[in-house]
């Protein structure tokens, strides 16, 4: 049982858009503790594809987006592309339990 | 460019420690921490802890207290992490991840897989 609620999986056609969300509780995302979100690609290390809820690292396609809101973040991929197909996982930090904290993970498949 | 590399595969007893070695190289190495990540088989992201690498200071999660060590060795820019008393639900891959305390993980290392079997 994560910290953070991830649904297990979502799916969408070439082109479409999706989000997945992340929902926390008041000792971390809506205690005001950034929202992280990794892509880990089949068969490799995760990869940081938004960092402090909403900013993208250098390189990352301007197609990925993030937003919060009270205690639950959101990943939107527009124009989904073939390459999209992940895992995508939420991170933040939970201060009841002084520890950093990943969503269950969700995995996108690109019908 | 900044990577890290980490130790190669390891084979357990049960009962067994473990130590993963992660070489960070192209930072300067004591301006961040490391954070270390386990993914078992199949499964999500299980965050296990973080050490600085600037004072040694450590933060593990709690189920893991007791069994696991992270330590840095600031001469070579290593950070390492063992677990004694390993378990069959310790099988997995280790990542470690360059940090700051509650910043995002940016650098990740490939992995380090562990399985402990009899």
């Known amino acids: 049982q994560s910290v953070l609620t991830q649904p297990p999986s979502v799916s969408g056609a070439p082109g479409q858009r999706v989000t997945i969300s992340c929902t926390g509780s008041s000792s971390n995302i809506g205690a005001g503790y950034d929202v992280h979100w990794y892509q880990q690609l089949p068969g490799t290390a995760p990869k940081l594809l938004i960092y402090g809820n909403s900013n993208r690292p250098s390189g990352v396609p301007d197609r990925f987006s993030g937003s919060k809101s009270g205690t639950s973040a959101s990943l939107a991929i527009t124009g989904l592309q073939a390459e999209d197909e992940a895992d995508y996982y939420c991170?933040?930090?939970?201060?009841?339990?002084?520890?950093?904290?990943f969503g269950g993970g969700t995995k996108l498949t690109v019908l | 460019q900044v990577q890290l590399v980490q130790s190669g595969a390891e084979v357990k007893k049960p009962g067994a420690s473990v130590k993963v070695s992660c070489k960070a190289s192209g930072y300067t190495f004591t301006s961040y921490g490391i954070s270390w990540v386990r993914q078992a088989p199949g499964q999500g992201l299980e965050w296990m802890g973080w050490?600085?690498?600037?004072?040694?200071?450590?933060n593990y999660a709690q189920k893991l207290q007791g069994r696991v060590t992270m330590t840095t060795d600031t001469s070579t820019s290593t950070a390492y992490m063992e677990l004694r008393s390993l378990r069959s639900d310790d099988t997995a891959v280790y990542y470690c991840?360059?940090?700051?305390?509650?910043?995002?993980?940016?650098?990740w290392g490939k992995g380090t897989t562990v399985t402990v079997s009899s």
């Open positions: 991170q933040s930090y939970d201060s009841s339990l002084s520890v950093g904290v």
């Open positions: 050490i600085s690498a600037y004072n040694g200071n450590t």
């Open positions: 991840a360059r940090a700051r305390l509650l910043a995002p993980m940016d650098v």
